[in-house]
Each structure stands twice: as structure tokens, then as C-alpha cells.
């Protein structure tokens, strides 16, 4: 079956503008996880979807990211007037509740360059 | 807050054994998770443990302790493709991941 997809693959942007990164989770996965990664480093988490709650949204590094859901299907993450810091790869995983949510499936990323 | 220790780097032979630890401090512990990463590739699950002991899966092993707030990824006859970052991470809060560092297993012929 299909895997975690996400798009762009990459995303070469100017300092300043937004951009939308997009998340298709494997169908019936409920659980739905977006992260950071810095060159050669670990995973920052970011936000978590599960269900019909409310996210956490505890992750987030500051008010120029947002992310959304659309019930238990696609996730686009927004980063508004991005800075050259923001440059990393985004990951968006999903799990689901059978086995506890313990195993994450992890898409491709988006590599995010920011001149 | 969450935290979590693991070296950074590990160098081994092929058809060797190797162990790569992680300590980690956490409030709302559920379990240990590895996940593998190569370079340029998505993270990819190997384990999970709640409970403690070993657990076995191939030629891979994680084995966690929760009194000692530790675990560790055993893996076995290294070979060339086992080439890679390693990550712990603590599942906490029920659904919630911290992921450390990342440990970058060199496999030498």
C-alpha cells in the first residue's frame, strides 16, 4: 500500500515569503506528527493532529508556522515570512491506533532552502 | 522537560557487534523507540519497548530499563547497508515523541 507522501519534495524560497508544505498520511492512520530536522541533526518535533482533537501545538517555534488538518486525511504546514533559519528538512509521520501509535511511518520530507 | 543522550558517532567492522546506548530523562515515560535513517532517506522504525528486557527482532535487539532510565540497540553481523544514523526516542505523554541526536554508525569492510 501507499506510504506517507509528501510535497513539494524540495522548496527553494526567498527570505520573506510563505510557503505551504503538504502531507498525505497513510490511510486509516489517525495520528498524525510533523518535525524539524537541521542538517546532522535529531528530529525537533513540531505538532501532533490526533483524531478530531485539538493539536499540540506546543512544538511550534514561533507564530509564522501553522499548521492545519483536514480531519483524519491530508496536513499542510505554513511558514510565513521565512527565514533563512527556517532551512531544514520537514518530516511528517503517522501512526496508527492499533499497536499504540508506537511505530511512526515517516514521509519522504521536504528540504526547505531559504536564501 | 525532555532529554536524551546518546554518542554521536560509533565506528565498526563488518560482521562485528555493536551497541549504541541512550539515557534519557523524561516525565510521562511510555517506552523507548530506534528508528534508522540513512543518509538523504526518511526515518524508518526498528523498535519499541514499554516494558523492560530484551527484545529481539532478526539481527537487531533494544533492550530498555526503566529503573535506570537507559536502553540500548544491539545489532548484529554489521554489514556495509546497517551504514547509518540511529535515533532513540522517548514516547511520553501518551502520543508525544522526543527524538535524540542521532548516533552515526560507520561500517568498515
Known amino acids: 500500500g501507499a506510504g506517507v507522501s509528501q510535497s513539494p519534495s524540495n522548496k527553494v524560497t526567498e527570505k520573506g515569503k510563505d510557503v505551504e508544505l503538504r502531507c498525505d498520511p497513510i490511510?486509516?492512520?489517525?495520528?498524525l506528527y510533523w518535525y524539524r530536522q537541521r542538517l546532522g541533526q535529531g528530529l525537533e518535533f513540531l505538532i501532533y493532529?490526533?483524531?478530531?482533537?485539538?493539536?499540540?501545538k506546543s512544538g511550534l517555534p514561533s507564530d509564522r508556522f501553522s499548521a492545519e488538518r483536514t480531519g483524519e486525511s491530508v496536513s499542510t504546514l505554513t511558514i510565513q515570512r521565512t527565514q533563512q533559519e527556517d532551512s531544514a528538512v520537514y518530516l511528517c509521520?503517522?501512526?496508527?491506533?492499533?499497536?499504540?501509535?508506537?511505530?511512526?511511518?515517516f514521509g519522504p520530507g521536504t528540504r526547505l532552502t531559504v536564501l | 522537560g525532555q532529554s536524551l543522550e546518546q554518542p554521536s558517532e560509533v565506528t565498526a567492522v563488518e560482521g562485528a557487534i555493536v551497541q549504541i546506548n541512550c539515557t534519557y530523562q523524561?516525565?510521562?515515560?511510555?517506552?523507548l523507540s530506534w528508528y534508522q535513517q540513512h543518509d538523504g532517506g526518511a526515518p524508518t522504525f526498528l523498535s519499541y519497548?514499554?516494558?523492560?528486557g530484551l527484545e529481539e527482532t532478526g539481527r537487531f535487539s533494544s533492550f530498555l530499563s526503566r529503573s535506570d532510565s537507559y536502553g540500548y540497540l544491539l545489532l548484529q553481523e554489521l554489514q556495509m547497508k546497517d551504514s547509518a544514523s540511529y535515533f532513540c526516542?522517548?514516547?511520553?505523554?501518551?502520543?508525544?515523541?522526543?527524538f535524540g541526536s542521532g548516533t552515526k554508525l560507520n561500517v568498515k569492510p
Open positions: 509521520a503517522s501512526s496508527h491506533p492499533a499497536g499504540g501509535y508506537n511505530e511512526q511511518f
Open positions: 490511510s486509516g492512520h489517525t495520528a
Open positions: 493532529f490526533q483524531g478530531n482533537s485539538a493539536p499540540d
Open positions: 523524561t516525565s510521562g515515560f511510555y517506552g
Open positions: 519497548n514499554a516494558l523492560d
Open positions: 526516542a522517548v514516547k511520553y505523554n501518551f502520543n508525544k515523541f522526543y
